[in-house]
């Protein structure tokens, strides 16, 4: 069970003179799965990037919290698994050294057993030794998740998270979905309503637009 919190104080966000949200406030202080809905640009990619720490707001503040204690920007990619779209692999490695050299990179233990699971459990284990620039678009989404769970996160954010997966994936990845939701904060951003149909609130991005 998460000890997790994840607050959201108000925020806006411009580019430039173009405001793509203003005045979103929550706060998801027990396990579930939340889901933010809206058209094609309507800033879902945007909103999640904010909570993941990719990117700021332009005004107004997003706290994290594990045990109560305020989580430093610096060291959120500890606690957080994301899976979007725009994040990229090293197609010249298979995915098994992906997943090693990310994780020296983020200074964590290589759990074998796990990865091995969360491999058999997307349906991609007997691909792990073939470079990534050999797999489909659907193999690469479901590797993705694989990255974003393998170091036990507490709050699993997933921008569109069935892009390209066909059914067989998708059933997959609806599964781990639900186990995460169980124990932990997961966030789905997507337009898809068979997405949003697992989350227990949605945040609809529509309405927080100027008028």
Known sequence: MTN???????LNKTFGRRLIFKHIN?????????GIAGSNGSGKSTLVKIIGGVISPSEGKMIHRSNGKEIEIE??????????????????????????????????????EKVEF??????????????????SSGMKQRLKFVFALMHSPQILIL???????????????????????EKNI???ASNEQQDLSHCYEIIDLMKHKEI
């Open 75 to 112: 060291k959120l990619h500890n606690y957080i698994g994301f899976v979007s779209p725009y994040l990229v692999m090293y197609e010249e490695f298979s995915a098994w050294e992906n997943l090693m050299h990310f994780s020296r990179i983020r200074g964590i233990n290589f759990n074998e």
């Open 4 to 10: 997790y919190s994840l607050e959201a104080v108000d």
């Open 159 to 181: 921008d569109e998270p069935t892009s390209n997966l066909d059914e067989e994936g998708k059933s997959s990845v609806y599964e781990l979905i639900r186990k995460e939701g």
């Open 118 to 135: 969360l491999l058999n459990h997307l349906l991609i284990s007997n691909r792990k030794d073939d470079f990534v620039k050999t797999y």
């Open 26 to 34: 929550f706060r998801f202080e027990e396990k579930g799965i939340f």
């Open 186 to 188: 997961v966030i789905i």
